[in-house]
């Protein structure tokens, strides 16, 4: 059974200040998604990664992700607060399995 | 550009009431997922349909079921709701065999269960 593992879950930051946010996953996965979530909302796609070593960056986050060792990064630079929402790594099963599976979230608060 | 729609957006029953949530894709999509995220939690997989027919199933109870019809819309319904139904519940699209199988999400359904 795939499983997700984020952290860290709650992250509290100042502005201007940079920070990562892990996702580990357990079984061979090609494919890896960052979302966002503002409470109420849904969920906005930010990143799809879809091989090893790929790097993809919008504005003040950016993206990573290394399949053989099963981790994905999403690194904030210079945080803003418009930034403070909940941001969910979800990994593919794999194979012929395109179900999500989710990590448990990261809530990030920046502050002024 | 078209988005997942879903209907309706929120929802109020009773225990032991029944419930149906509508989604439709985003056009020429053939692929649909239903997930549940309960208060504070991540989203849970529940089934997924690809050309109406059920591809994947995950913790989803026995009390619920769903489908995919022929213009490739799909419906949950929800039979003898409990307290602990009350979530949001997102549908998402995509194209089987497109560049990345990316997944899209509808706005959602909130659900909630008095």
């Known amino acids: 059974e795939l499983k997700v593992e984020q952290n860290p879950l709650f992250l509290s930051m100042q502005e201007g200040k940079n920070y990562t946010i892990y996702c580990n996953y357990s079984?061979?996965?090609?494919?890896l998604y960052w979302y966002r979530q503002d409470p109420g909302k849904s969920l906005e796609s930010l990143f799809v990664?879809?091989?090893?070593?790929a790097v993809k960056q919008e504005g003040r986050l950016m993206a990573s992700l290394d399949t053989k060792a099963r981790l994905s990064t999403l690194h904030i630079t210079a945080a803003v607060h418009d930034l403070s929402a909940t941001y969910f790594c979800?990994?593919?099963?794999?194979?012929?399995?395109?179900?999500?599976?989710f990590g448990k979230g990261t809530l990030l608060t920046v502050n002024p | 550009a078209a988005g997942v729609i879903q209907s309706p957006r929120h929802l109020i029953k009773e225990k032991r009431e029944t419930a149906t949530l509508k989604c439709y894709p985003i056009?020429?999509?053939?692929?649909v997922y239903w997930y549940q995220q309960g208060p504070g939690q991540d989203p849970q997989f529940l089934i997924s349909?690809?050309?109406?027919?059920?591809?994947d199933k995950g913790s989803i109870p026995d009390r619920f079921s769903a489908q995919q019809f022929s213009d490739y819309h799909s419906e949950l319904n929800m039979s003898s709701l409990e307290l602990g139904d009350s979530a949001l519940y997102f549908c998402?699209?995509?194209?089987?065999?497109?560049?990345?199988?990316?997944?899209?999400f509808g706005p959602g359904t909130r659900l909630t269960v008095t």
């Open positions: 998402a699209s995509s194209l089987f065999g497109g560049l990345s199988y990316e997944q899209y």
């Open positions: 079984t061979t996965s090609d494919r």
């Open positions: 990664l879809l091989s090893n070593g």
């Open positions: 979800a990994v593919e099963g794999g194979g012929s399995n395109y179900k999500l599976t």
């Open positions: 056009p020429r999509h053939d692929t």
């Open positions: 349909f690809y050309e109406k027919m059920q591809s």
